[in-house]
């Protein structure tokens, strides 16, 4: 007998995932999808990751063999026009027909375009495929200010591309009274919004667009308020449409507001036709999310392959990072007292933003939402969906955030088997420590493979490890934080046996105590280990062809080819002739120029080829390298101190040259950074870094493990009114301490977040000596300082490194042609580079 045929319209997330769950259940169907597009299903999840320079090939999820090897017919490019029902075939625009025995409707949405006149225009664009990305960015090279209308989930991510393509200034314009009305309530949405306009983005909220103007493209926005906005392009981005205009042709019921009237089988009207994803109306319901259409996805392949799975509509928690800010809701988010009783948690220095609602009678977790710091909402979902009970005090779940979404604790721990773990692929924690115990998956990847938990939009990822290291504890064994398959040791193991064995090289460790030939995981790391315990220079003994690039170049590598130079500036503190001599080689070797918040000076632009001889020239000036690139000391930020200040207790300038003067070079498993205040007021923001030290009348208060950047940290105080001598010797405590380990890529502030006892446990081993390593660190830090030398210096002297540094071997000194610039406010900036 002839195969039966299944038909599936729409190549997209949830198309693709229906194709690959009947494969994995039934290879007894033949299967045939038509796509719109002209390529094959993609990630749309992650589409932004676009414009971060992810290619459509990386956001695939299929190669296209993949078609071939599961006996799938794949047209691309080729629409479906009509569908006969009487005689089960569909049509499409070039001509093809084809019979089916079930057809499969997975057309998804089109963005919703409001009818306001001028859309039209040019600078117009909807945000939806990567085609629609593709003319995005080629647009917006001619233009500076950007606008996109609507302040939702989807809208927000079109802002985050718009800044991304490096617009001079970026608007949101929202018809509602606050951002992502369906997921926040007001107050997140105030300190989203709060978030937002701190990263340069201006929000118009109660906005309702009347007019798009301008001759031939967009250049004017006008308001129902009588108010106007100046923009150069428009990324409309106000909601979905479902796909259902072959249904509404064929004559399949559809609802009155649109979407394919779905029962709980995932079968229209008609029982061979089956509607899945944002194209399916159930329950009167769109579902705007992936997971419920991969959960659609499944129950049309239960239903076809003779199972019983039905849909009962699904959770729409969701949890995302929206420009760099953690944004959550779960469960119930909007109910109310007096149906609950709510609790709320809100610190504007942050940005942080937490509600929960719990029952009245204090039992149970009904939702709530997360903002700024949505590290517990795995567990906090967990908590909602299977009913567990509160602790005694539920404001814990918010306020000790941190502690409850600890890994392998009784959080994980009291979780039924049957909780659903990965919504998008519907693996349950009893399936993920199955394929632990049974299936011999000891790490996240093998889990992944096994159980394709995780592999959706991989929110899931940290609750699968944290069950993965509870599951192999719980069976005895013990759980081991190796760096990769070519060592089988930790980093603090592996940095001890460097330097046991005192092995010099990257090679030399791999033979001693690695196997196989290396990976870019491990071939940084170990170079790193060299350095924090050596402190050679680290292009010796062939160390360079493990480094990064930046490490390897002794630069950061920065947009379109070219490299930033950053001499080191102790305390900020420079002559005019070190100023006019930096002027000097940026005027020469024509590189932009720029003040960082460090008190540096940058320059970017510089060709690979030219490194040698700028760095020669600021030497002889007596610069040196100021390790920018490096995982080491970066800064050590200075106020100007009593030299200047009325107000200043002590020379924090003096005190800050004498810090980084000791420090620099130094490298760690992370970059770090320290600042000196000369009082109480802070101008050198000394509890926002690694170390910090602020002048007091009797002496200087020591701070640790601050952090900036996108989870902002205050430092702890360490030590109060000690001396400078003190002070120092604290400090080289602290910073071997931490070297020898901290993790791999760990700053400061997460390596005391993680540390059992916190800062009273680091203070008792730092001041009081708890461990009896004082002496021995204060040794080996003086020899790492004997150690150093300027990494610039060397390059240039030494002729073998220095010819690292031309860009083609046989033709020294000729220059990349492929660099390119651009004017930018009468300097330069790297040209975009463009994706054929």
């Known amino acids: 007998m002839k195969a039966p045929v299944i038909v599936v319209i729409g190549n997209g997330m949830v198309g693709f995932k229906f194709c690959e769950k009947m494969r994995n259940r039934n290879s007894a169907f033949e299967i045939v999808v038509f796509g719109e597009e002209p390529r094959r299903a993609y990630d749309r999840v992650h589409l932004s990751e676009y414009f971060n320079g992810k290619s459509a090939d990386d956001l695939s999820l299929s190669s296209a063999r993949w078609y071939e090897e599961n006996n799938i017919t794949l047209y691309l490019n080729e629409s479906v026009t009509e569908i006969d029902r009487q005689n089960k075939i569909v049509y499409s625009g070039s001509g093809l027909s084809v019979s089916y025995d079930y057809l499969v409707l997975a057309t998804g949405s089109s963005a919703f375009v409001p009818d306001i006149p001028g859309v039209e225009k040019e600078g117009v664009f909807v945000y939806r495929t990567i085609e629609d990305l593709d003319l995005i960015r080629s647009y917006t090279r001619n233009v500076k200010v950007g606008a996109v209308m609507g302040g939702g989930l989807l809208g927000l991510e079109a802002a985050k591309a718009l800044m991304d393509l490096h617009l001079e200034k970026t608007h949101v314009i929202e018809f509602a009274p606050r951002l992502m009305p369906r997921q926040i309530d007001n107050a997140g949405s105030e300190m989203l919004q709060s978030k937002l306009k701190s ?28 108010t106007e906005l100046v923009v150069d392009i428009l990324v409309i981005s106000a909601g979905i449409r479902p796909r259902d205009e072959l249904a509404r042709r064929c004559g399949l019921e559809v609802g009155l507001r649109g979407g394919v009237l779905v029962n709980g089988k995932m079968q229209t009207s008609d029982p061979h036709i089956f509607a899945v994803g944002e194209c399916a109306l159930y329950d009167h319901m769109i579902y705007g999310l992936i997971a419920p259409g991969y959960e659609m996805a499944e129950v049309v392949v ?46 504007t220095h942050k940005g942080t933003y937490k509600r929960i609602n719990i029952s009245n009678d204090g039992r149970l977790l009904l939702g709530g939402i997360l903002i700024g710091d949505a590290s517990s909402y795995n567990m906090l979902l967990q908590t909602v969906n299977n009913r567990m009970a509160l602790p005694p005090n539920p404001e814990d779940l918010i306020l000790g955030a941190g502690r409850a979404s600890e890994p392998a604790g009784a959080g994980v721990a009291s979780l039924p088997d049957g909780a659903l773990i990965c919504s998008c692929e519907g693996v349950s924690k009893g399936a993920i420590c199955h394929s632990v115990t049974e299936g011999g998956c000891e790490s996240v990847d093998s889990i992944k493979k096994c159980t394709q938990a995780g592999t959706g939009c991989g929110g899931c990822v940290p609750m699968i490890k944290d069950l993965m290291v509870h599951t192999l504890k719980s069976n005895g064994k013990f759980v081991r934080n190796v760096i990769c398959e070519h060592f089988n040791y930790s980093r603090q193991e592996l940095f001890d046996l460097i330097k046991i064995h005192e092995l010099k090289s990257y090679d030399d460790t791999l033979d001693a105590v690695g196997k196989g030939d290396g990976c870019e995981i491990c071939k940084p790391l170990v170079s790193s280990l060299l350095a924090s315990i050596w402190n050679e220079m680290i292009l010796r003994r062939g160390n360079d062809v493990a480094q990064d690039s930046n490490d390897r170049f002794l630069a950061n590598i920065q947009k379109g080819g070219t490299y930033s130079v950053v001499p080191r500036i102790p305390g900020g503190e420079i002559t005019p002739d070190k100023l006019m001599v930096i002027a000097t080689v940026a005027k020469k070797y024509d590189l932009y120029t720029k003040i960082t918040g460090g008190q540096r000076i940058d320059m970017f632009g510089a060709h690979l080829s030219d490194l040698p001889s700028i760095w020669e020239e600021l030497i002889a000036a007596g610069f040196e390298s100021g390790h920018a690139y490096g995982k080491g000391l970066r800064t050590v930020k200075s106020c100007v101190g009593s030299t200047w200040c009325r107000f200043g207790l002590h020379d924090s300038v003096s005190f800050a040259i004498r810090i980084e003067e000791r420090y620099r070079g130094l490298r760690a498993p992370h970059k770090f950074k320290s600042a000196v205040s000369g009082c109480i007021r802070e101008c050198a923001e000394a509890q926002s870094k690694d170390f910090g030290i602020i002048a007091t009348e009797k002496g200087w208060n020591l701070y640790v493990c601050g952090n900036g950047g996108s989870k902002p940290q205050h430092a702890l105080l360490l030590a109060a009114d000690v001396d ?24 400061t502030a997460t390596w005391l977040n993680k540390m059992e006892g916190g800062i009273d446990y680091l203070r008792n081993v730092i001041l009081n000596d708890s461990l009896r390593m004082a002496e021995t660190w204060e040794m080996q830090m003086e020899k790492l300082l004997k150690a150093y030398e300027c990494e610039w210096k060397h390059a240039v002297e030494n002729p073998e490194i220095r010819k690292r540094f031309n860009h083609f071997v046989n033709a020294p000194g000729e220059k990349d042609s492929s660099v390119a610039f651009e004017e930018m406010r009468t300097q330069k900036k790297a040209a975009e580079w463009t994706v054929a």
């Open 724 to 747: 400078s001598d003190a002070c120092i010797r604290y400090i080289d405590r602290f910073l071997m301490f931490y070297i020898q380990t901290a993790d791999p890529l760990t700053r």
């Open 302 to 347: 239960s239903h076809l392959c003779g199972g019983d799975k039905s849909f009962r509509g699904f959770d729409m928690s969701t949890k995302l990072k929206l420009i760099g800010v953690d944004v959550a809701s779960f469960g119930d988010p909007f109910i109310a007292e007096p149906d609950c009783r709510t609790i709320i948690f809100e610190d």
């Open 199 to 226: 990263f340069g983005l201006e929000i118009h909220l109660n906005k309702s667009t009347s007019m798009i103007e301008g001759e031939r493209a967009v250049s004017l926005l006008k308001f129902d308020d009588d």
